[in-house]
């Protein structure tokens, strides 16, 4: 099977190439920005049109879209997530022989839902902010661009290789820092709500199976467990051996950042800016997965108290 991979450079993008790499019966393109890519194209700036011919060259039978953004304004988040799926979905249509799409949302499309009950396909979505939003509408484009398509609605993802700006990328770099120099507080955000944490290397199964199969429409991937965030702190905490205090600030919870903003004043004042945190109005998170068993055939396999080691242990042998 021939397949087209976009968005190979991200966090979970990865994980789908190492997987899909491996598997002697397809053969993968990478379309993206990157020298790496075996076609150059970027999503965001790029026509329906031109992208039609490099499918009608590749000729996938197959368009995995992991390309997309967490962070930004609300400009590059409506461009990457919304856009660019709509320049997708039309250059296939387009294409000699329309390839099948499977696109990976983001739970961030539910926003705020009923805490204790695990959230269905069928629930409608109400996003806070414009990552949601965003992602919300290049969704609602897939399910209705009439292609052979699925959306796979990935919930809190997590596992080695978790950006820094992550709620557990963030914690482990200050666990780092907290080790190296001696420090005996660690400050996060509030963990009081509860998430549904799935390991990127079960996320990348998923996708897969989903290249695979005649599944259509919404499926979501999680774990189907809600796990309160202070819990699953601690077992990064034991993890690293840190015996100090994790000091969490009221009510804030980790959120993609609608605006970047600079380091600390002092030597660091001239750095890269950097992703932060805002507030997140969201205290439940727990994926209803019985769509994915029955179409996809797929369960996780990674446990949690695993996914979060091997950050630590990334963490840890970083220079």
Known sequence: MRVLLLGADGFIGRRVADRLLADQDLTV??????????????????????????LD?????????????????????????????????????????PARLVHVGSAAEYGPMPAGVPIPETAEPRPVGPYGVSKLAGTELVLTSGLDAAVLRVFDVVGPGSPTASLFGRLAEGLRRALEQGEKVVRMPDLSGYRDFVD??????????????????????????????????QLLVRASGFEGTISEDARQVLLP?????????????????EPRAVVEPVQ???????????????RTQVPLEE?????????????
């Open 284 to 298: 439940w998170r727990q994926a209803d997965v019985r769509t994915a068993r029955d179409r996809l055939g797929w």
């Open 29 to 54: 393109t990478v379309l993206g920005r990157r020298d790496s890519a075996d076609i150059r194209f970027d999503l965001t700036a790029g026509s329906p049109g031109a992208l039609a011919r490099f």
């Open 200 to 233: 990127v290397r079960d996320v990348a199964r998923a996708i897969q199976a989903a290249a695979v199969s005649a599944a259509t429409g919404l499926i979501n991937v999680g774990s189907g467990h809600a796990v309160r965030a202070r819990d699953a702190a």
């Open 57 to 97: 060259a590749a000729a996938p039978q197959v368009v995995i879209n992991c390309a997309g953004v967490t962070y930004g304004t609300s400009r590059s988040l409506i461009k990457a997530n919304t856009l660019a799926v709509a320049t997708v979905c039309e250059a296939i249509r387009r294409s000699r022989e």
């Open 307 to 319: 996914s979060l080691g091997d950050i630590w242990l990334e963490t840890a042998c970083r220079v």
């Open 257 to 273: 950042s609608q605006s970047p903003h600079p380091g600390p004043p002092g030597p660091d004042a001239h750095r890269p800016l």
